[in-house]
């Protein structure tokens, strides 16, 4: 049972463009949410997380938004560049089944940014 | 650089072996997270310890077991290997509060022949 879904392979954008990354999950006790980078020959790297309580989570170029009705989560990088061409994970926890005494978390398959110069 | 050290960065080894593989969290973290990458998968968690104790389990094998020592480094020993098993296998860290990423080590590549 998938519970986090990048139903997106890859995705090819120009330099300078928005770039948008999408996420769904199934399981409604996640309450943290994440985005990681991963390039190849090294381990996935955090970009920006969110919280349940939040909507919206922005860091310079990268904003994370969620919507929690829809169980839907997106990475918004504006604007792309060349270096951001990585694959791209999203991640969920639910922190609160082991009182907080787990960070464990379920990722999604990833999607391939390439972005051409 | 996470801080989290993994050893060796790659492995090959034959069907029927058994590897260790190593990992040293980030200072100051108390939980280490094994995770399991198989080619085109995602990342799959093994299994998390917290301060020398386990303290969730995933999707891992009976052949695979781990530990963490009171220096607070971590083994992942794989046993009675099989082709399938060849894969990149990472490790975390995080703190101890919940809603802390996870820092991850840059994995060891097993391969199984």
């Known amino acids: 049972d998938q519970q986090v879904k990048q139903n997106s392979p890859s995705l090819s954008v120009q330099e300078g463009r928005i770039s948008i990354l999408n996420c769904d999950y199934t399981n409604s006790m996640f309450d943290y949410f994440l985005w990681y980078k991963k390039y190849p020959a090294e381990g996935p790297t955090f970009l920006i997380s969110i919280s349940s309580i939040k909507d919206k989570n922005e860091d310079g170029r990268f904003t994370v938004f969620l919507n929690k009705s829809a169980k839907h989560l997106s990475l918004h990088i504006v604007p792309s560049q060349p270096g951001d061409s990585a694959v791209y994970f999203c991640a969920a926890s639910a922190t609160m089944n082991y009182g907080g005494a787990t960070n464990k978390l379920i990722f999604g398959t990833g999607t391939l940014l390439a972005v051409q110069p | 650089d996470s801080g989290v050290t993994q050893t060796p960065k790659h492995l090959i080894t034959a069907t029927g072996q058994r590897v260790t593989l190593r990992c040293s969290p980030r200072?100051?973290?108390?939980?280490v997270y094994w995770y399991q990458q198989s080619l085109d998968q995602g990342l799959q968690f093994l299994i998390q310890y917290y301060n020398g104790e386990e303290r969730a389990k995933g999707n891992i094998l009976e052949r695979f077991s781990a530990q963490q020592f009171p220096d607070l480094h971590s083994e992942l020993n794989l046993s009675s290997l099989e082709l399938g098993d060849s894969a990149l296998y990472f490790c975390?860290?995080?703190?101890?509060?919940?809603?802390?990423?996870?820092?991850f080590g840059n994995g060891t590549r097993l391969t199984v022949t």
């Open positions: 975390a860290s995080s703190s101890e509060s919940g809603g802390s990423p996870l820092h």
């Open positions: 200072s100051g973290d108390l939980s």
